[in-house]
């Protein structure tokens, strides 16, 4: 039978394979036949290769990765201090500052002199500031983006919002905020560090969000306005006819008027 026949072939086949594997697993890579050179072999990736990166969330080249990874790894918990003031008036502009430094490593027996010449510290860059210094722990990297942000505001930044962090002093953003609504409201800062590649694009890598409280107050004649215009729908449609009324009664006597004067008699001589 045909099937009988081919049974010796497919056993040789067989004995052939499992040589060929014996004698691969006892090769070293030096006794393997190849046409690459070991040199190629040994040649690092290509940092132009392109491979997706956790840090970015994207494909990118793997010198911009590690750029990135970088900045990432070399950011650390620092210090901020802004200051609000203690009463916002609703449609009266304030200024308000956030500064940002790293973290001061003084030694703890250090001598006085020695603390003259550290770099001041956030708190320290906005002594004398109007209203109550608040403090808070934001991840500081080389490079950071800080906003300030707030539905019942206009804000206006007043320097770049996109600056790089010194080792030797804090680095300080400045709003002028407006409030628009009295009452409690929210203010929000956000703050970044930002990772930047070789072609000079940004990303944004670890954000802070740091929410404060705020109470806006309004002056006597804005609380009359506000008022007014709170009013229901009915009274103001009622204000509005008893304008229409009034202007159509002074109307009709005007015309009540004019009919009682008298007639020049056409007969009579001037």
Not at 187 to 203: E, S
Not at 208 to 230: G, K, S
Not at 244 to 257: C, D, E, S, V, Y
Not at 263 to 269: E, F, L, R, S, Y
Request: with cysteine; proline share 9%.
């Amino acid at each position: 039978m045909a099937f009988t026949r081919h049974i010796p072939s497919l056993a040789l086949v067989l004995a052939l394979s499992a040589c060929n594997e014996a004698a691969m697993e006892g090769a070293t890579p030096s006794s393997m036949p190849s046409d690459v050179p070991e040199e190629a072999l040994m040649a690092p990736a290509d940092p132009g290769e392109t491979a997706f990166c956790d840090v970015a969330g994207r494909r990118m080249t793997l010198e911009d990765c590690a750029d990135l990874t970088s900045a990432m790894e070399q950011a650390r918990q620092g210090t901020a201090a802004f200051n609000v003031p203690e009463e916002l008036m609703r449609d009266e502009t304030v200024n308000i500052r956030l500064s940002i430094g790293f973290p001061a490593e003084t030694p703890p027996d250090e001598p006085e002199e020695g603390m003259s010449l550290r770099p001041r510290t956030p708190q320290e860059e906005l002594a004398g500031q109007p209203g109550t210094i608040e403090t808070y722990t934001p991840i500081v990297g080389r490079i950071m983006r800080a906003e300030l942000t707030g539905d019942g505001f206009h804000i206006e930044p007043m320097n770049p919002a996109e600056q790089t962090v010194s080792d030797q002093t804090a680095t300080t953003w400045e709003w002028a905020v407006t409030p628009l609504r009295h009452g409690a409201q929210e203010l929000a800062l956000r703050t970044v560090v930002m990772g930047v590649t070789a072609d000079g694009t940004r990303y944004a890598l670890l954000p802070t969000m740091h929410i404060e409280q705020v109470r806006i107050e309004r002056t006597a004649w804005q609380a009359t306005m506000d008022t007014f215009r709170d009013l229901p729908e009915v009274f103001k449609v009622l204000t509005a006819v008893l304008t229409g009324a009034t202007a159509l009664l002074a109307a009709f006597w005007a015309f009540r008027k004019a009919l009682r004067k008298p007639k020049d008699d056409p007969g009579k001589k001037p």
